[in-house]
């Protein structure tokens, strides 16, 4: 009679192959491809809200304007999700409230909408690769205002979250 508590390894090789085969692909994907995020935080309310999942597309090799990124930012020490409002070439700052690209309101953010203006109370002019984030719920978001944050540059852009709905009504 056989001990049930014995491993029968010729049996247990193909499953034990087929797990790390499966872990194996979960981490590449996850490395190169797509990860789950968890938003924490108010700052892209109303598009997206605390504790919400999303995928974040990591193979992007072009961001535009109303993307949403999510970036490491040294200056707080975490990674940030916010939306680009504008990029390479644009020239940005925000005039009475509202945000100017290249002289024009943005569609992104309604007219008037910003009662701090930060470091984008001046005219800035983005070089290649350079972008600047808002957060869709103005109020709370931490974003190319400040100091901390300031211009995202390519290297910092972990990818883009798939599902990135246009702000409402900010």
Same mark, same amino acid.
């Given at each position: +009679?056989?001990?049930?508590?014995? *491993?029968?390894?010729?049996?247990?090789?193909? @499953?034990?192959?087929?797990?790390? $085969?499966?872990?194996? !692909?979960?981490?590449?994907?996850? %490395? &190169?491809? &797509?990860?789950?995020? /968890? *938003?924490?935080?108010?700052?892209? +309310?109303?598009? &997206?809200?605390? !504790?919400? @999942?999303?995928?974040?597309?990591?193979?992007?090799?072009?961001?535009?304007?109303?993307?949403?990124?999510?970036?490491?930012?040294?200056?707080?020490?975490?990674? @940030?999700?916010?939306?680009?409002? #504008?990029?390479?070439?644009?020239?940005?700052?925000?005039?009475? =409230?509202? $945000?100017?690209?290249? =002289?024009?309101?943005?569609? $992104?953010?309604?007219?008037?909408?910003? =009662?701090? %203006?930060?470091?984008?109370?001046?005219?800035?002019?983005?070089?290649?690769?350079? &972008? *600047?984030?808002?957060?869709?719920?103005? #109020?709370?978001?931490?974003?190319?205002?400040?100091?901390?944050?300031?211009?995202?540059?390519?290297?910092?852009? /972990?990818?883009?979250?798939?599902?990135? %709905?246009?702000?409402?009504?900010?």
């Amino acid at each position: +009679m056989k001990d049930p508590r014995k *491993i029968n390894w010729k049996k247990a090789i193909p @499953l034990l192959a087929a797990i790390l $085969l499966i872990v194996c !692909l979960c981490w590449y994907v996850s %490395a &190169y491809w &797509y990860q789950f995020v /968890l *938003i924490r935080g108010k700052s892209m +309310m109303p598009t &997206y809200h605390p !504790l919400q @999942l999303v995928l974040l597309e990591k193979c992007v090799q072009e961001y535009r304007t109303g993307d949403v990124i999510a970036f490491r930012c040294e200056g707080f020490d975490t990674v @940030l999700i916010k939306r680009i409002a #504008a990029g390479p070439g644009d020239t940005v700052v925000i005039a009475d =409230g509202t $945000l100017l690209v290249n =002289g024009t309101p943005t569609p $992104l953010y309604r007219e008037g909408a910003f =009662g701090f %203006a930060g470091l984008l109370d001046r005219e800035i002019t983005l070089a290649d690769g350079e &972008y *600047i984030v808002i957060g869709d719920n103005i #109020a709370e978001s931490k974003d190319s205002r400040y100091p901390q944050v300031g211009v995202v540059r390519p290297e910092t852009i /972990l990818g883009r979250l798939v599902r990135s %709905a246009a702000p409402k009504n900010n």
